[in-house]
């Protein structure tokens, strides 16, 4: 018997906010000392990774179609009591409270594991679009079952005080308590891409929006109604799951002799790589449960960042994830894809599960893979998921012909061919799957499919693979034999999703880190390059190549911004009317109208600073974005240089200061591209005098927390602020700034600008990107950025690399002379440092990415740097 409180949270439908709930109320009552036991209905990796995050335990699936009805209070009670007692359980229900396996009449429903385990519902409504009528709904579901215990009611997304006051006392009146009313809030939505939410492992700011979904839930919900509700769950009457136990395939002397085994493997005899990083985030926590029970050292191996598998490795377990999102980066980790591709050919081991098939075909979305599999996979266009039936067709590692398993699909990929000569899985239909035996064994050491399969429901497919690893390694002497350990880089700075618990998984061992060698001399450019000013960084970047040198931020812009172009399409019959656009600038920086002229990207203004002035002297500060000093130069204006010197961290000294001298016009960015300095705004405002024009270029200020140092506001006499609106808002091909400055030096750039240079969409981008919704919504960015930041600049240190400021979406890394081009011929592109004054061919521009690209760009750094000192 396990004593558990617990719940279930449900809906009546997928899209009411469960998951964002369920996460809020873990991760609320964590924070109130409760140790909470997480828990998922149905086939799902990603809302684990939330729970994980929010528990820091792991989430056990509970899915009567994957384990079967005996296993499900078993494994409840297996995550209550593992790896220590749980003094609370909360469960996330799956789809609606009823849905279930089609034509299963609700089995595997959330209705179904409530009834399975006796635990008490609490149903979570979206009530964004009714009233009164939700009382409707939560009175169906309440009496519908008279198995199910719905306790409480909370009710999500409502609009106004009033409009949830009226839902509340609706839902009272038949009898069920509402245990909170939550507002619209956009901070509490978790972003999401084509099978669902983004993984936590992926999302630098999850822990941040953790917290503020904990502090809403502390605020709008009565959490202690919920804990009394959780105690009258009844005790379970199961022993949890034992994954050295698994009695419907061993009796007790055979489980012995497994434990014996298991503790003689514990000195590294049977090693078994499973694939983890952000690109492999899919894998039940039984998986690695089950290899250790049978026998073997689980070690994880990181496809992006690793440079070989681990010492000893006799099989090789790729799980699922998304390499499609990280497709270049896992490319480019050519020594690992060699050491895969040729383990695999020598017959080891290998099961791989949906992403793991993807990663081992030819080739994914064009981008070259491991190539073990004679497929091409790409994305499709539709989405393939459902449960299966699956009869294995071939002997394999996996066990005999005839092994039956069940699992789901779920993935919008597909592969040309889409099975194998000979498939793995019979599917009652179809054929599925790639059965392969390269080394001619006797059997398939390659099971790759997109089956995704629990494997407490099969564990004899786990006791059959250590079996098969065990027997591979004595083959191969002891596994793979590797000449060096894997590269693999360590920072200081917490991942983003280090606060999830650690699965009982080994590390491979990283490397000693060695300071990375730097040569002092500058080396003359590659190629040819006819204007240094007029180089930038989209000349860098191919199809080819991981993107480092270009500072866009996303993708493709924000859903609601795309939704506002597409909008604005159906008015570009009309001429461009800069007038709200102008306002709505003027309104988020608190300025007069005639403070600010909308522009066609930065490039203009600058154009129009060099047309409407006659500087005698103007002065550039560099390293500095040099499209100033080439627009200033093509109107016929001298410009000379006031030089930042790297010995003094690229700052605005005072001897830099005095260089200034009488100049009429100084330009200087702020931060500074390349720089990423991030001047004072005191330090700046000296520079302005009468006579002076001072323009500063505050281009990336917007990736600043709070935009602190911004000129904007305050005495703007003798002042021009140029913005850009393109990179944060991924509308580089739109064209979109502003200035903001001394109304008579406006209106004199003004009149030089031609009538409608900033078109209908840069206008309507200016407009929606300044509202208090885009700003929340920047600032947030911020945030991520400076945490992915800190995650670049921390491993580039750790390497000896030595690097400019840290204010900006870029770092400025003196690498070294050649690196960069050794970084392209890896696959990389960087901004080449010696077309900006000041700077030579050592120096690059490493554009700000999510971590999991950085760790492939550190890896290659790493790689460079051992071959140097070797």
């Known amino acids: 018997m396990t004593a558990l409180p617990r719940v279930l949270v449900a809906a009546p439908a997928s899209g009411h906010g469960k998951t964002t709930i369920a996460v809020g109320i873990m991760a609320a009552l964590a924070r109130r000392g409760l140790t909470v036991a997480p828990a998922k209905v149905g086939p799902d990796y990603i809302d684990p990774g939330y729970?994980?995050?929010?528990?820091?335990?792991?989430?056990?699936?509970?899915?009567?179609?994957?384990?079967?009805?005996?296993?499900?209070?078993?494994?409840?009670?297996?995550?209550?009591?593992?790896?220590?007692?749980?003094?609370?359980?909360?469960?996330?229900?799956?789809?609606?409270?009823?849905?279930?396996?089609?034509?299963?009449?609700?089995?595997?429903?959330?209705?179904?594991?409530?009834?399975?385990?006796?635990?008490?519902?609490?149903?979570?409504?979206?009530?964004?679009?009714?009233?009164?009528?939700?009382?409707?709904?939560?009175?169906?579901?309440?009496?519908?079952?008279?198995?199910?215990?719905?306790?409480?009611?909370?009710?999500?997304?409502?609009?106004?005080?009033?409009?949830?006051?009226?839902?509340?006392?609706?839902?009272?009146?038949?009898?069920?308590?509402?245990?909170?009313?939550?507002?619209?809030?956009?901070?509490?939505?978790?972003?999401?891409?084509?099978?669902?939410?983004?993984?936590?492992?992926?999302?630098?700011?999850?822990?941040?929006?953790?917290?503020?979904?904990?502090?809403?839930?502390?605020?709008?919900?009565?959490l202690d109604a919920l804990l009394a509700a959780a105690r009258t769950a009844p005790d379970l009457d199961v022993e949890p799951w034992d994954p050295s136990l698994p009695e419907e395939l061993a009796g007790p002397e055979e489980a012995r002799q497994r434990r014996l085994e298991g503790q003689h493997a514990s000195r590294g005899e049977v090693v078994i790589a499973v694939a983890g990083g952000r690109a492999f985030t899919f894998r039940y926590p039984e998986t690695v449960e089950l290899l250790e029970a049978a026998g073997a050292r689980v070690v994880e191996v990181d496809p992006a960042r690793d440079s070989a598998l681990p010492e000893g490795t006799c099989a090789l377990y790729l799980g699922g994830g998304f390499p499609e999102v990280h497709a270049r980066t896992l490319a480019t980790n050519r020594p690992l894809v060699q050491v895969i591709r040729d383990a695999v050919a020598d017959g080891m081991p290998t099961i791989a599960e949906c992403a793991g098939m993807l990663y081992l075909a030819e080739t994914l979305d064009d981008h070259p893979m491991v190539g073990a599999l004679p497929a091409r996979a790409a994305m499709g266009r539709r989405l393939t998921l459902g449960y299966r039936e699956a009869t294995s067709l071939v002997d394999s590692v996996a066990g005999p012909a005839g092994t039956r398993v069940t699992g789901h699909e779920f993935h919008r990929t597909v592969t040309d061919p889409p099975f194998g000569t000979q498939a793995a899985w019979d599917l009652g239909g179809r054929t599925e799957g790639f059965a392969l035996d390269p080394a001619?064994?006797?059997?398939?050491?390659?099971?790759?499919?997109?089956?995704?399969?629990?494997?407490?429901?099969?564990?004899?497919?786990?006791?059959?693979?250590?079996?098969?690893?065990?027997?591979?390694?004595?083959?191969?002497?002891?596994?793979?034999?590797?000449?060096?350990?894997?590269?693999?880089?360590?920072?200081?700075?917490?991942?983003?999703?280090?606060?999830?618990?650690?699965?009982?998984?080994?590390?491979?061992?990283?490397?000693?880190?060695?300071?990375?060698?730097?040569?002092?001399?500058?080396?003359?450019?590659?190629?040819?390059?006819?204007?240094?000013?007029?180089?930038?960084?989209?000349?860098e970047v191919s199809d080819d190549l991981v993107d480092l040198a270009v500072n866009v931020r996303l993708t493709s812009p924000p859903e609601w911004l795309t939704r506002a172009l597409v909008d604005e399409l159906g008015k570009v019959a009309s001429y461009p009317d800069a007038t709200v656009a102008r306002d709505a600038i003027a309104a988020r920086h608190g300025v007069a109208r005639g403070q600010v002229l909308p522009t066609s990207g930065g490039a203009e203004a600058f154009t129009l600073v060099a047309r409407a002035l006659t500087p005698r002297d103007a002065v550039v500060v560099h390293p500095q974005f040099t499209e100033p000093e080439a627009a200033l130069r093509a109107a016929g204006h001298d410009v000379r240089h006031v030089l930042l010197r790297a010995e003094d961290d690229f700052a605005l000294t005072p001897e830099a200061l005095g260089q200034v001298g009488d100049a009429d016009l100084v330009v200087i960015g702020n931060p500074t591209n390349p720089t990423g300095v991030l001047h004072p705004a005191d330090a700046i405002r000296t520079l302005a005098r009468p006579g002076r024009v001072l323009l500063v270029d505050e281009a990336f200020i917007d990736a600043v927390p709070g935009e602190r140092e911004s000129l904007v506001g305050g005495d703007l006499t003798g002042l021009l602020v140029v913005r850009s609106l393109t990179k944060t808002w991924a509308v580089a091909g739109i064209r979109a700034g502003y200035v903001v400055g001394d109304a008579e030096l406006v209106a004199a750039l003004a009149a030089h600008q031609p009538h409608w240079s900033v078109g209908s969409l840069a206008l309507r981008v200016m407009t929606e990107t300044a509202t208090p919704a885009a700003l929340t919504e920047a600032g947030r960015a911020t945030e991520e950025l400076a945490g992915w930041r800190r995650h670049l600049t921390t491993g580039l240190q750790a390497l000896g690399i030595p690097t400019g400021g840290g204010d900006a979406p870029f770092v400025l890394a003196q690498v070294g002379a050649g690196v960069r081009e050794h970084l392209r011929d890896a696959g990389w592109a960087v901004r080449r440092g010696d077309t900006f004054p000041g700077l030579d061919a050592t120096w690059v521009r490493i554009a700000v990415r999510d971590p999991h690209t950085i760790d492939g760009l550190l890896r290659e750094l790493a790689h460079l740097s051992h071959r140097r000192t070797a």
């Not at 995050?53 to 409840?76: I, K, M």
């Not at 679009?129 to 939560?138: Q, Y």
């Not at 494997?455 to 693979?465: I, M």
């Open 51 to 222: 729970h994980a995050l929010a528990t820091g335990r792991p989430s056990r699936t509970l899915d009567p179609w994957l384990v079967g009805e005996g296993r499900v209070a078993p494994l409840l009670a297996r995550g209550a009591t593992h790896p220590t007692p749980a003094d609370v359980a909360v469960l996330e229900g799956v789809m609606g409270l009823m849905d279930g396996r089609l034509g299963g009449d609700g089995f595997a429903s959330s209705a179904h594991v409530a009834a399975l385990t006796r635990t008490p519902v609490v149903l979570v409504v979206d009530i964004s679009s009714t009233s009164r009528t939700v009382a409707a709904t939560v009175h169906g579901l309440a009496t519908i079952d008279p198995d199910l215990d719905v306790v409480g009611v909370v009710l999500n997304k409502a609009g106004t005080p009033r409009h949830g006051d009226e839902a509340r006392r609706a839902v009272e009146g038949v009898g069920v308590p509402v245990w909170g009313v939550l507002p619209r809030d956009a901070a509490m939505h978790v972003p999401s891409r084509h099978l669902g939410l983004v993984p936590a492992a992926e999302r630098g700011e999850a822990a941040a929006t953790l917290d503020h979904i904990a502090a809403v839930a502390e605020e709008h919900l009565d």
């Open 440 to 539: 001619g064994t006797g059997r398939a050491t390659l099971v790759a499919s997109y089956l995704h399969t629990h494997w407490a429901g099969s564990p004899d497919v786990a006791a059959s693979f250590v079996d098969a690893a065990r027997g591979w390694g004595v083959r191969g002497s002891g596994g793979v034999a590797l000449g060096a350990s894997p590269v693999h880089h360590e920072s200081s700075e917490p991942s983003p999703d280090s606060s999830q618990p650690a699965q009982p998984l080994s590390r491979a061992t990283p490397a000693r880190t060695t300071s990375f060698p730097v040569s002092p001399s500058p080396v003359a450019f590659e190629g040819s390059v006819p204007d240094p000013l007029r180089h930038h960084g989209d000349v």
